[in-house]
């Protein structure tokens, strides 16, 4: 899908055992933003990465949350070619189905509680198009940026259908990395964690986590307490690093659910623009003059009805890399 618009390690103990300072134990609470992904039957999402407050999650850089969508009024996902650079995207939905289709010649759907990570590098386009047998949509569509050694690396895709651990009242599918005793089979080019965590009616349940991350859990239905922090459906609960577990509470009479991401804090400045992450103002110029001139650098999508998507004119002022703003400690929203 396209796209409209650095913390540090947890202190290790002093030689003589004491230990540094306190980690933070409270939780950012963000809110998301409508954005229609474009067209007369513009299907809208909730976007909560990036924005103002946030850019990354360790390597996440990029978070839409959409639906409960009844396709029948709104026409559902059709998002013709279009290009993407220095990232990876990952698919993940509730209900309903995508059919994918890439430069690289991946051909998949996309279907609930199955992963579907696409990795464009140097260049990749895709398509994603909801079937004609879906009725409901809903789902997530998150990026993961790439670190620098990494950013030019090759087209790949890969598909992943993990099966869910049950822990204290939560069934817990692991999309990306390690949690709840699970691992995910696919690799990622920084330390990550994805998972989609379902909690029964007034269930708490805590998980180890890797003090060395930071985490984001965006809230899908329900109303979630997450280290003393309520979060509504559609916010977004960040996590500094340093927290070796994390509780989660249902407080509701009905299942609730969220998706929990992680990493190490990304280090890196980037620049995003349209569906490329870059390092450089240049460095966007050059790719959009690219998909703009057909360059074999994205490659052509076979199979879909229609024309490629064009790339929007780039703003007068030059993009300006960005990084995570320094938050004062104890700040919840």
Known sequence: ?????????????????????????????????????????????????????????????????????????????????????????????FSGEIEHRDSLGSHAFVRPGELNLMTGGHGISHTEVSTPGTTILHGVQLWV????????????????????????????????GSLAGDTSPVPTFTPLLGAEIVLDPRATTTLG???????GLLVDQGRIRVDGALLNPAELGYLAPGRGTVT??????????????GGTPFEEQI????????????????AREDWEAA????????????????????????LAPRGNPTRPKGSTR
Do not use: K
Request: proline letters at 10%; aromatic letters at 6%.
């Open 295 to 318: 360059s074999d650098r994205f490659g052509r999508v076979d199979g879909y009805p229609g024309d490629r998507i064009p790339a929007p004119a780039l703003p007068n002022a030059a």
């Open 271 to 286: 620049v995003m623009w349209w569906n490329f992450v870059g390092r450089s103002h240049q460095e966007i110029v050059e």
């Open 145 to 176: 940026a790439l670190p620098e050694e990494h950013r030019d690396t090759g087209r790949d895709f890969r598909h992943h259908a993990p099966d869910p651990v049950h822990r204290d009242g939560a069934a817990i599918r692991v999309f990306l």
């Open 1 to 93: 899908m396209s796209v409209a618009d650095t913390g540090s390690v947890p202190p290790q103990a002093d030689a003589d055992g004491r230990g540094g300072p306190e980690p933070d134990t409270s939780v950012e609470v963000l809110t998301a933003r409508d954005v229609p992904l474009g067209g007369p039957r513009a299907m809208t999402v909730r976007r909560t990465l990036p924005q103002r407050a946030r850019t990354l999650i360790g390597a996440w850089c990029f978070i839409d949350h959409y639906g409960p969508d009844d396709v029948a009024g709104t026409g559902g996902m059709d998002v013709a070619p279009h290009p993407h650079i220095g990232l990876q995207t990952v698919s993940w939905l």
């Open 209 to 215: 986590t890797d003090a060395a991350f930071e985490h």
């Open 248 to 261: 989660l509470t249902n407080e509701t009479d009905a299942p609730a659910r969220a998706v929990l991401v």
